[in-house]
């Protein structure tokens, strides 16, 4: 499966940054952004995302349910880790969408796939795993 561009630029971000800029700590900084391509609307989450970072992912969902078309997909192949509050935002996003709307997460590692394999997502959503 192909990788689907956001023709929108970053909608948001935390407003904390690290002062050290090594790859390392650039990692452990969350990032997400919401972008649109034809009726494919792409959430792209990447870093550790923390309790803290929860209020910024809430916002971005909302924010990409309303502008999805038949198809939301969450791409996660740059996300390190997320907090079980996270899962529950995920969840909520396949409430908010029309019932013909896809919900795809996208690049999950086998660790990712496990948590939503757990919580019973897979049941409710696509999800494509990251080759280890």
Known sequence: ?????PSAQPSAQPSAQPSDTSTD??????????GA??????????????DADVPTLR????????????RLVVDVHDLASLVPAALRCLAFTQQQLPPTTEVAVEGASPELRDALERSGL????TVVTTAV
């Open 59 to 70: 916002a971005l969902i909302g924010q990409a349910a309303a502008e999805a078309g038949r």
């Open 122 to 125: 897979t049941r409710a959503m």
């Open 25 to 34: 700590a650039v990692a452990d900084t969350f990032h997400a952004s919401v």
């Open 1 to 5: 499966m192909s990788s689907i561009q």
């Open 37 to 50: 391509a034809g009726s494919t609307t792409v959430l792209r989450l990447a870093g550790r995302l923390t």
